[in-house]
């Protein structure tokens, strides 16, 4: 028997009126119509994402917000205006708030700054697995570096090996055991760069300087030489192949910087078409990288098996290692080797152009590091004009940079006020929490090394002071801390250093390498590596800006920096502009 709904339901449709019948010349309006119809869903659809569920209906709009912004575009475009980080560096400070501030992106999408230290702790450690690097950025950034261990997870890894066993395979080289080891080609590097600057302004009769171009080429020539076996004489030989093309991806012209930002926001079909310039030039310089790094791995394949003896053990070198492991394929090879390259030299060199800025600000400084060094530092490894007579330095030992209390102190400085990345981004991968509050999945979080680490309720009032002597103990003091260091680093680090060295009371205050299972595996490296080029340029040179007259505020707690520098981002934040007068210590009497 058929239902009361299927006997009502075709009467009721016999009951409605006919509808009007339409010339051929009011047929125009059926295209009109669905115009409007498409609109109008366009319309909603818009005011949904854009407005009613961000203000109205998100779990997240209790968390608290900075002041200001766009009713449409949030805080876009201060974001925008600004060096990455620098707004959260701000809001930590100045929106009340329990560890998370919620702020709204371009067309109100939503992002969640994390700045408590318990909720750095669920993100990093405790709930790691339900957050990862947003697929944007890994697909940006890859085009870059490679998809080595600092952005390889998820579905990307899971073709191969999962990050875990790649990070375990690579642990030995980077354990403190084997960098020790290191520190020869560190100070050889180090010693080369200051000799060959020396030549430079002695032949040009000049004391000013732009270390941008300088102290990239010694990074390079570090990270070559100590992670890979090879020397690329970039210092000496500054337009090399490999350099060169890093130079053109590292250092983007406005176009390909505008490429990158659509790559970011696009979808792919409007990603490809995009009309931009230069895009098509990074893509041959990355490919050409690809081909110089399968040589090397090529060439450092047969050099393990033919070699007992080289410039440095077969053994110690980053790549030789992973070789040994027998865990990765040659293409997992390319983009380890790429991500170490293309990060670890221009990180480390954004953190030395850094510590000459600080130098240059505080003279003193530079007095008290130099003479420390004088105390620490054997006798036949102060003269930088002899370099070409001590070979590479293989008698240089790890102790003696690292009894030099100060001169750590001082690093540690460095990498918490000017931490070379300022920003990274995880997204939620599932329903979550953190610290209680429900994070849907697909949520932003934004981490801010620059914020966090300048926070006053995590470093004291005086958290925006460049202070050297906040990591030291003072006088008589009984306790011991590992002072914010990674466990990885400071349980490694001699007694002597873990002892004369203090710092917040949450490691999770110092978010300059991140922490837990995907933090930054190359920290030791890179802390060896500054060490030793900022005790061989005191100890070579005495610097100061060569435009004092143009200096403002330090930058410390403003957006303003001295001597008019100003904040370069790129895959690290870098001081701009840093022009420095570099006068010749030569030879301690």
Not at 174 to 199: C, G, M, Q, V
Not at 323 to 348: C, K, P, R, W, Y
């Amino acid at each position: 028997m058929a239902s009361a709904q299927q006997v009502l339901l075709p009467q009721a449709f016999c009951s409605l009126p006919a509808l009007p019948e339409f010339s051929s010349s009011s047929s125009a309006l059926y295209p009109m119509l669905a115009f409007t119809s498409a609109a109008l869903l366009l319309l909603a659809l818009v005011s949904w994402h854009c407005i009613v569920y961000p203000k109205v209906f998100s779990p997240l709009r209790h968390l608290p917000e900075p002041a200001g912004g766009s009713y449409l575009m949030g805080h876009f475009y201060r974001l925008i205006r600004e060096p990455l980080g620098q707004p959260i560096r701000e809001w930590i400070n100045k929106v009340p708030h329990k560890g998370l501030i919620r702020y709204l992106d371009y067309f109100n999408t939503e992002r969640i700054a994390v700045v408590g230290s318990k909720a750095l702790a669920e993100v990093l450690v405790h709930k790691a697995d339900d957050f990862m690097k947003p697929p944007q950025f890994v697909r940006v950034i890859g085009n870059v570096i490679g998809v080595g261990l600092f952005l390889a997870e998820g579905e990307e890894h899971k073709l191969i090996l999962t990050v875990e066993m790649h990070r375990k395979a690579l642990l030995p080289a980077f354990s403190y055991r084997n960098i020790k080891d290191l520190f020869p080609a560190f100070w050889s590097k180090s010693r080369e760069l200051t000799h060959s600057l020396a030549k430079h302004l002695e032949a040009v009769q000049d004391e000013c300087v732009d270390l941008d171009d300088w102290v990239s080429r010694a990074t390079f020539d570090i990270i070559g030489l100590a992670a890979f076996g090879y020397n690329y004489q970039t210092i000496s030989h500054p337009s090399g192949l490999l350099a060169e093309n890093y130079r053109k991806i590292l250092t983007p012209d406005r176009w390909t910087q505008l490429a990158l930002f659509l790559n970011f926001v696009l979808p792919p079909w409007l990603r490809w078409l995009a009309p931009i310039r230069n895009t098509s030039d990074n893509a041959r310089a990355f490919q050409e990288i690809k081909t110089i790094c399968r040589q090397m791995i090529q060439r450092q394949r047969a050099r393990l098996a033919t070699s007992t003896d080289s410039e440095l053990p077969v053994d110690r070198d980053i790549l030789s290692v992973a070789i040994a492991t027998g865990a990765f394929s040659d293409e997992d090879l390319v983009n380890q080797l790429m991500t170490f390259l293309a990060a670890g030299h221009e990180t480390t060199a954004a953190a030395m152009k850094w510590s000459v800025y600080e130098l240059c600000l505080n003279p003193l400084i530079q007095h008290r590091i130099r003479e420390e060094l004088w105390t620490r530092i054997p006798a036949h490894h102060l003269n930088y004009l002899n370099d070409q007579s001590e070979g590479p330095y293989k008698d240089f030992q790890a102790a003696h940079i690292d009894q030099c209390a100060y001169l750590q102190a001082f690093c540690s400085e460095i990498l918490r006020v000017h931490p070379p990345v300022p920003f990274t981004a995880r997204v939620a991968t599932q329903d979550t929490s953190i610290t209680g509050t429900f994070i849907p999945k697909g949520t932003t979080l934004v981490l801010s090394p620059w914020a966090v680490n300048r926070s006053v309720e995590l470093w004291g009032a005086d958290a925006h002071v460049f202070r050297p002597d906040r990591w030291l103990m003072p006088p008589n003091a009984g306790v011991t801390t590992s002072g914010g260091l990674q466990p990885e680093y400071s349980t490694t680090r001699p007694r002597l250093e873990r002892q004369k060295t203090m710092g917040p009371e949450t490691p999770y205050a110092f978010l300059t390498f991140l922490h837990g299972p995907r933090s930054c595996i190359g920290q030791s490296f890179a802390r060896a590596e500054l060490a030793c080029l900022i005790a061989a340029w005191v100890l070579a040179f005495e610097t100061e800006f060569c435009c004092p007259e143009t200096c403002g505020e330090s930058g410390l707690g403003g957006k303003t920096y001295a001597a008019g520098v100003e904040v370069v981002v790129g895959i690290s934040a870098r001081p701009g502009n840093l022009k420095v007068k570099v006068r010749s210590l030569g030879k301690r009497q």
